[in-house]
């Protein structure tokens, strides 16, 4: 089935500093979903990409799908310790007749202060 | 914005004994919602996709038996584990997509089998 890999699994992040987190795909993605979960919280979404080349931003965060369509990455400027967190990316699928969302492996960030 | 109630948030039980985990959408309706599966530091597993007035489409290696789902309403699923193991024991999320909000994740029920 659909898998999307996605790295690096860890970062470990001065605050201030910048974070980058790429998922990547073997085939053409119609779109990708980016989420936050907090420690010991569920699941938020963040946004959703769909174009070509698209980007899109929410304040410190920008959001990147390939030209290819084949990779999306998540950028964060200038961590604060409230970005702390595990972000996934996740491909809707259509399967059956419905949709799944099929999740990466999520990459946590720890911001230290 | 769309709003997924889960309960319960924590359960302990005993080995043997069955769990019944609800997921509400609480201002939307939603024919079909999700149920996952996550162990510590790990990925949102797919167990099964929940659909209103049907059976569930359960993923490759999750038992049908074991975890039953029932779909009784446009805003009600339920996640029965049934004669749960220690091995059972995992963090359980329900999802279900919103127009405007796309997917939308309850808070999590984490299980605990003694």
């Known amino acids: 089935g659909q898998q999307v890999m996605q790295i690096p699994q860890y970062q470990h992040v001065q605050e201030g500093e910048d974070f980058t987190t790429y998922c990547n795909s073997s085939?053409?993605?119609?779109?990708i979903q980016w989420y936050k979960q907090r420690p010991g919280g569920h699941p938020v979404f963040l946004i959703q990409l769909v174009k070509s080349g698209e980007v899109k931003k929410q304040k410190r965060l920008t959001f990147q799908f390939g030209e290819a369509k084949k990779n999306s990455s998540l950028h964060i400027t200038a961590t604060q310790t409230t970005d702390v967190g595990t972000y996934f990316c996740a491909v809707i699928m259509n399967s059956g007749g419905y949709q799944k969302v099929t999740f990466g492996i999520g990459t946590k960030l720890q911001v230290i202060p | 914005g769309a709003v997924v109630s889960q309960h319960p948030s924590r359960v302990i039980c005993k080995s043997g004994t069955s769990v019944k985990i609800e997921c509400r959408s609480l201002?939307?309706?939603?024919?079909?919602m999700f149920w996952y599966r996550q162990f510590p530091k790990q990925s949102l597993m797919l167990m099964a996709t929940?659909?209103?007035?049907?059976?569930?489409?359960?993923e490759q290696g999750v038992e049908k038996d074991k975890f039953l789902i029932n779909h009784a309403s446009l805003t009600l699923s339920t996640l029965t584990v049934t004669s749960a193991h220690p091995e059972d024991s995992s963090f359980y999320i329900c999802?279900?997509?919103?127009?405007?909000?796309?997917?939308?994740f309850g808070s999590g029920t984490r299980l605990t089998v003694v």
């Open positions: 085939t053409t993605l119609s779109n």
């Open positions: 929940s659909n209103e007035g049907s059976k569930a489409t359960y």
């Open positions: 999802s279900a997509r919103e127009t405007n909000y796309g997917y939308t």
């Open positions: 201002d939307f309706q939603a024919t079909t």
